[in-house]
């Protein structure tokens, strides 16, 4: 069964400090591996998205890893701003027989103290 | 365009009653998802359509549940005799095709509370 598992569950950090989520997944066979950001009351927004060849990717003060040997993916937050308190979900895709249905973690509650 | 749409925004709703929650895609999306999120548990996935493509109704948890999508745009999720279990947030979800390198864009979702 493809699963997805992040940790921490949650965390609190002070703003200005930098932080590191983790997703570990079981997913096969893999197609990519997107981080979304879901802040309270709204939908997902993709943050990064990487396959299977390529072991890191950043986007502003995110930056994302992926060793798909050990399926094992990183989401490193650089100097946090209150704006980063949410919930960050790791997702990965699998192209199977013509079906896509990605697998979502259950996320890691991020809260950003001023 | 705007983004993806769902309405309403907030439903609450008395156990046996049937609910209809709507999701406007981004135009020109071929593809749209159907995704439950429950307090504390990861997007859970319900049924995805694909053009003029029979949905992949996979995810449907029970046979109360149905969606249709109509002239390949505008969706509606319906559910039947509602049940306390089925208090969640419905996300909607586009993406230009399905296929796993295709982002999906997410509606603000529409949170259902079956008193």
């Known amino acids: 069964k493809n699963q997805v598992e992040q940790s921490p569950q949650s965390l609190i950090i002070l703003e200005g400090k930098n932080c590191t989520l983790q997703?570990?997944?079981?997913?096969?066979?893999?197609?990519?591996l997107r981080w979304y950001k879901q802040d309270t009351g709204r939908g997902p927004v993709s943050l990064t998205i990487?396959?299977?060849?390529?072991n890191t990717k950043s986007n502003g003060r995110y930056t994302a890893t992926l060793d798909a040997d050990t399926k094992q993916s990183s989401l490193h937050i650089t100097a946090s701003q209150l704006s980063d308190s949410a919930s960050y979900i790791c997702v990965v895709s699998s192209d199977s027989g013509g079906s896509y249905i990605p697998t979502f973690g259950r996320g890691t509650s991020l809260i950003v103290h001023p | 365009g705007a983004g993806v749409s769902q309405s309403p925004s907030n439903k609450v709703t008395e156990k046996g009653k049937d609910v209809e929650l709507r999701c406007d895609p981004i135009s020109g999306h071929t593809a749209l998802y159907w995704y439950r999120q429950s307090l504390g548990q990861g997007l859970e996935f319900l049924i995805y359509f694909q053009g003029n493509s029979a949905p992949d109704k996979s995810g449907l948890p029970s046979d109360r549940f149905s969606a249709e999508r109509t002239g390949g745009s505008v969706s509606t999720l319906t559910i039947q005799r509602t049940q306390q279990e089925d208090s969640a947030v419905y996300l909607c979800a586009s993406s230009l095709w399905s296929g796993s390198n295709n982002e999906q864009f997410f509606g603000p979702g529409t949170r259902l509370t079956v008193l």
């Open positions: 997703c570990n997944y079981t997913v096969s066979p893999f197609s990519n």
């Open positions: 990487m396959t299977f060849s390529e």
